[in-house]
């Protein structure tokens, strides 16, 4: 099993619709969950993190976390088609700095 | 801050050649990070330092990779000798804890490594 799982998609929404984007992770004592958007040919960059259960928000997107089902999930609101790009889901585990990546999310919006 | 330097943004070299990858953290970061992205394995973590220090180096893949950080401004990542499955963009990262306790990479723009 992997430590991070995301499907690889591609998910495709419509302009202007809500995407939904969703990760699991298998280390219970993970700590802090980040998102982070690449866009082809370029580095991760980070959009939010979030370390305790419930919702974040920022701006469009909203981090939630469930650690007693082991869930994390990002939503962005009004997909705009600059939002196309693989979405990572990372965590950080008790004791250790280093972040462990899923394989990304591709999301499409289209016009 | 120019953020995460990394050099060079792309190499291609023959089998059998040694590389060399340089990273400059952001300033005052005190964590620095090597990962591999391919299409295959995706993102995974080769080392990293805390303080100029290796702390977890079980991703390094083989011998013929090693990652030094001789001050706080400063690491290599070097392949010696490299093999096509070695192709691969290298991120370098560096962090600083938050004061919610949230370790938050950020990445250098990467080298994209090409072994003929």
């Known amino acids: 099993q992997k430590e991070v799982e995301q499907n690889s998609g591609p998910l495709s929404v419509p302009e202007g619709a809500i995407a939904s984007l969703n990760c699991t992770y298998s280390?219970?004592?993970?700590?802090?969950f980040f998102w982070y958007r690449q866009y082809s040919g370029k580095s991760p960059e980070l959009i939010m993190f979030?370390?305790?259960?419930g919702d974040k928000e920022d701006g469009r997107f909203t981090a939630q976390l469930n650690k007693a089902s082991q869930y994390v999930s990002l939503l962005i609101r009004d997909s705009q088609p600059s939002d196309s790009a693989t979405y990572l889901c990372a965590v950080n585990r008790t004791g250790r700095r280093a972040l462990t990546f899923g394989s990304g999310t591709r999301l499409q919006v289209q016009p | 801050d120019a953020g995460v330097i990394q050099s060079p943004r792309h190499e291609v070299t023959e089998m059998g050649q040694e590389v060399t990858l340089r990273c400059k953290p952001i300033s005052g970061h005190n964590s620095l990070f090597w990962y591999r992205q391919t299409m295959m394995r995706g993102l995974e973590l080769l080392i990293y330092f805390n303080n100029n220090v290796p702390i977890d180096d079980s991703g390094m893949p083989e011998d013929r990779f090693s990652a030094k950080m001789p001050n706080a401004s400063f690491s290599t990542l070097k392949i010696q000798p490299s093999e096509p499955r070695d192709s691969a963009v290298y991120f370098c990262?560096?962090?600083?804890?938050?004061?919610?306790?949230?370790?938050?990479?950020?990445f250098g723009a990467g080298s994209r490594l090409t072994v003929l």
């Open positions: 990262a560096s962090s600083l804890r938050t004061a919610s306790g949230a370790n938050v990479l950020t």
């Open positions: 979030i370390y305790s259960n």
């Open positions: 280390d219970r004592g993970s700590q802090s």
